[in-house]
């Protein structure tokens, strides 16, 4: 019998796992990480790119590279790429195949089922959606599990006495809270509540409109109009982002970020935290 993984399909990244004497290790994927960023991309050539190399081509490549598909997962939305169209399960199977072929490179065996989380509050056709990526990667699943159900899992806390949690759950694209209630090792969700347009996006957004807005009034070019530059914007908000939860304040430059008729032109600017 096979291996089941489990799979944290994330909005920004994802991650597997799978159980080994009674314990869930993460498997680092073929790039030696432990976390898959849940972005999928076609080369200028057609190749089919997910993960760290798909993020990479990004910023030269914007047209053609899709992140934060979860936030479309249960709609008709479509991403059109090469006059050709695909719905979010599809691009969620794509990241889905990555995530298990690094499974099958670790265990050395075929892998064929999995058990994948979702926030607390996804509909039912978020959660069909999810299953459908799932069986379009080649994948049987097993189960649909909360996330918050599986973070408490994860600390424990249902070995532990009877008790109330409350779980705060802020993702890439998602934020929800859940009371769950732990019982004789069952776990119970007793409420919940999220807005899946709330996240780690949203901030990093934030920061891209204040950056643009203070380039603009400082240069008068607008990069929100000017793809690469927008691309590169948003990696430098987001890695503006990550450090200022450890420092007051960053410095983003970037060189060369656009052209003017004066010539090449730069950003380089300080935030700081509010």
Not at 208 to 220: L, R, S
Request: charged share 25%.
């Amino acid at each position: 019998m096979g291996k089941v993984i489990g799979i944290d399909l994330g909005t920004t990244n994802s991650c597997v796992a799978v159980m080994e004497g009674g314990e869930a290790v993460v498997i680092t994927n073929a790039e030696g990480n432990r976390t898959t960023p849940s972005v999928v991309g076609f080369s200028k050539t057609g190749e089919r790119l997910a993960g760290q190399v798909a993020k990479r081509q990004a910023v030269s490549n914007p047209d053609k590279t899709v992140l934060s598909i979860k936030r479309h997962m249960g709609t008709d939305y479509k991403v059109k790429i090469d006059d050709k169209n695909y719905s979010p399960q599809e691009i969620s199977a794509m990241i889905l195949q990555k995530l298990k072929a690094d499974a099958e490179a670790y265990l050395g065996q075929t892998v064929t089922e999995a058990v994948i989380t979702v926030p607390a509050y996804f509909t039912d056709a978020q959660r069909q959606a999810t299953k459908d990526a799932g069986t379009i990667a080649g994948l049987e699943v097993k189960r649909i599990i909360n996330e918050p159900t599986a973070a408490a899992l994860a600390y424990g806390l249902d070995k532990q006495e009877d008790q109330t949690v409350l779980v705060f759950d802020l993702g890439g694209g998602t934020f929800d809270v859940s009371l769950l209630e732990l019982s004789q090792g069952m776990v119970e969700v007793k409420a919940t509540s999220g807005n899946n347009k709330l996240g780690g996006d949203d901030f990093d957004q934030r920061l891209i409109d204040y950056m643009a807005a203070e380039f603009k009034k400082d240069q008068g070019v607008d990069l929100t109009k000017d793809r690469v530059a927008l691309q590169r914007l948003k990696e430098a908000a987001e890695k503006a982002k990550v450090e200022l939860s450890g420092v007051s304040t960053t410095n983003v430059n970037l060189p060369f970020i656009t052209l003017t008729a004066e010539g090449p032109a730069h950003l380089d600017m300080n935030i700081s935290r509010a």
